[in-house]
């Protein structure tokens, strides 16, 4: 641990930065260059969580990446601050090999998309240990502190995961195990990037907790989301970035509920609560007994567990009717994304039927991490364009319908925030004009403005052109506000389903109770 932890009680600075400036070069195409972080000031003491909130693109990615000089050795990116000290040292001139023997040991960095920050060659252990092995630790006291970091974060049967690699594991699972590996080593100064984005409801709790704990200890943390619901529950400060400035900062509660600048009026106005509008009037509608599209009978898929037995389905029924909304809910492999894909066609049951009532209905899946299914060569015209059923309509087009411009066809999916991927994705989705949508953690990566205007969308397609679907979510209160059916699994099994606001308002399961507990609904 550094000198910039407590000492004498008092809390020191672990990182301060003042007219920091970020642009990415022009290079042939840009006729300049284009700044993408312009003049921020930051300081983060040592036992403190500042939460850095904004829409997608706001830059809150590219200030995560600065802050740990993962910019500094890219020779597209210019960096340029009047102060910039991290864990007593001036960033400003340290090497790419000085900055690389702080990363792992004095800093640390969680990032929002771990499937790519994961290496799929190596184990569990191997990953988690790393910066444990580098500093000459034992393999006995590495893997007992590897498994006490797997079960701090919330990771289930934590010792039998230890042998296995990231593509075993779900994405929830995969984010516990990123978090893990950064907690392992104690850091002094921990960058979370959207860290709970990936997680169910009771288990971001844990996390959340687990951050809090860590914060006490004297960790100081920078926590960027775009959930301010779940920030305010750890953070002391919270800072709002729009366009690559901060418009405004200060104490958490004061932030959420008297907030002064309109970009963060728009965000904790953007927060879904409540059910949904009509969510009444839509119970009692005919229209709910509209013809069957989509149906598991009894359907179970058996994947290989560590602990032997099997995971995946057990024996699951879901109805879907013609323009009816039904959630999926469930923490991190539950089996939500199984079903997913046995609706699509993506996989087959070893049990039970999955049955297309007309053959003609047209599924889309809208996946939940969306760079791992896009041609990395593809720009995203190509991307549109190759799924477009009706010639008449056009990429830019779709763009528009997810709040995108006509910009950003010339892009390819790497040059694309989490949040503009996952309009991308859902743009390419509806490309194919279809009458079910399944959407596997379709908003997990979005800003809540973003989010309230493509569950929005996701309400009229489903309203005005009777397009059904599936909204498979770890987050409760999206569910609320657009699902007129949920069902809750846990352990590959239907626990509790019901009319959504009746499952919410009076849960039965004691599974259930704890999900509408650990979350704001």
């Keep these: 641990m550094t000198s910039s932890i407590q000492a004498g009680g008092r809390a020191t600075v672990v990182l301060d930065v003042e007219g920091l400036c970020v642009t990415l070069r022009g290079g042939r195409r840009a006729a300049v260059d284009a700044p993408v972080l312009d003049g921020i000031d930051l300081r983060v003491y040592s036992g403190e969580c500042v939460a850095v909130v904004g829409e997608s693109g706001a830059g809150k990615s590219v200030l995560a990446r600065t802050l740990l000089g993962l910019t500094q050795a890219d020779s597209r990116w210019a960096v340029g601050a009047d102060v910039f000290e991290a864990v007593g040292h001036d960033a400003r001139r340290l090497t790419p090999r000085r900055w690389r023997g702080l990363r792992g040991r004095s800093v640390a960095l969680v990032l929002q998309d771990a499937l790519q920050s994961l290496d799929p060659l190596r184990t569990i252990e191997a990953e988690v240990g790393e910066a444990l092995a580098v500093r000459g630790i034992g393999r006995r006291e590495r893997r007992a502190a590897v498994i006490r970091a797997l079960e701090a974060a919330g990771l289930p049967d934590a010792a039998s995961r230890l042998r296995q690699r990231s593509s075993e594991l779900s994405g929830g699972m995969r984010q516990r195990?990123?978090?893990a590996s950064a907690l392992v080593h104690e850091p002094a100064l921990l960058v979370a990037d959207e860290p709970t984005t990936a997680l169910d409801a009771t288990t971001a709790s844990r996390v959340l907790g687990l951050f809090d704990e860590v914060r006490r200890r004297g960790t100081a943390i920078l926590l960027i989301s775009h959930d301010l619901a779940s920030v305010a529950r750890v953070a002391d400060r919270i800072v709002v970035l729009d366009r690559g400035r901060v418009v405004e900062q200060g104490d958490a509660q004061q932030i959420l509920h008297r907030p002064a600048h309109s970009v963060t009026r728009a965000l904790v106005a953007a927060i879904p609560r409540g059910p949904r509008p009509g969510a009444a009037s839509r119970a009692a509608s005919p229209a709910l007994e509209s013809p069957v599209l989509l149906a598991l009978r009894g359907a179970a898929r058996r994947f290989p567990a560590p602990a032997g037995g099997s995971a995946g389905l057990h024996g699951t029924d879901l109805v879907l009717r013609r323009g009816e909304a039904v959630g999926v809910v469930g923490e991190s492999g539950a089996g939500k994304s199984t079903l997913a894909r046995l609706l699509v066609g993506a996989e087959q049951p070893d049990a039970g039927t999955v049955e297309r009532v007309d053959p003609g209905c047209r599924v889309r899946l809208i996946p939940?991490?969306?760079?791992?299914?896009?041609?990395?060569?593809?720009?995203?015209?190509?991307?549109?364009?190759?799924?477009?059923?009706?010639?008449?309509?056009?990429?830019?087009?779709?763009?528009a319908q997810v709040g995108l411009g006509p910009e950003y066809l010339r892009r390819r999916p790497a040059t694309l925030s989490g949040g503009q991927r996952q309009r991308v994705a859902i743009a390419r989705a509806l490309a194919a004009d279809p009458d079910?949508?399944?959407?596997?953690?379709?908003?997990?990566?979005?800003?809540?403005?973003?989010?309230?205007?493509?569950?929005?969308?996701?309400?009229e397609l489903q309203e005005r052109r009777g397009?059904?679907?599936?909204?498979?979510?770890?987050?409760?209160?999206?569910?609320?506000?657009?699902?007129?059916?949920?069902?809750?699994?846990?352990?590959?099994?239907?626990?509790?389903?019901?009319?959504?606001?009746?499952?919410?308002?009076?849960?039965?399961?004691?599974?259930?109770?704890?999900?509408?507990?650990?979350?704001?609904?």
């Design 177 to 179: 195990a990123l978090i």
């Design 368 to 399: 939940q991490d969306p760079l791992a299914t896009f041609d990395p060569r593809w720009r995203v015209e190509r991307i549109l364009a190759a799924s477009l059923r009706d010639l008449a309509r056009s990429p830019e087009a779709l763009l």
């Design 436 to 459: 079910v949508l399944v959407c596997d953690e379709p908003v997990s990566a979005l800003d809540v403005t973003t989010q309230a205007g493509i569950l929005q969308l996701l309400r």
């Design 467 to 521: 397009v059904s679907l599936v909204f498979v979510s770890h987050d409760l209160a999206a569910v609320r506000t657009i699902c007129d059916r949920v069902l809750i699994m846990r352990d590959g099994r239907v626990v509790e389903s019901g009319e959504t606001e009746r499952v919410f308002a009076d849960p039965s399961d004691p599974f259930t109770r704890e999900l509408v507990a650990s979350a704001t609904v």
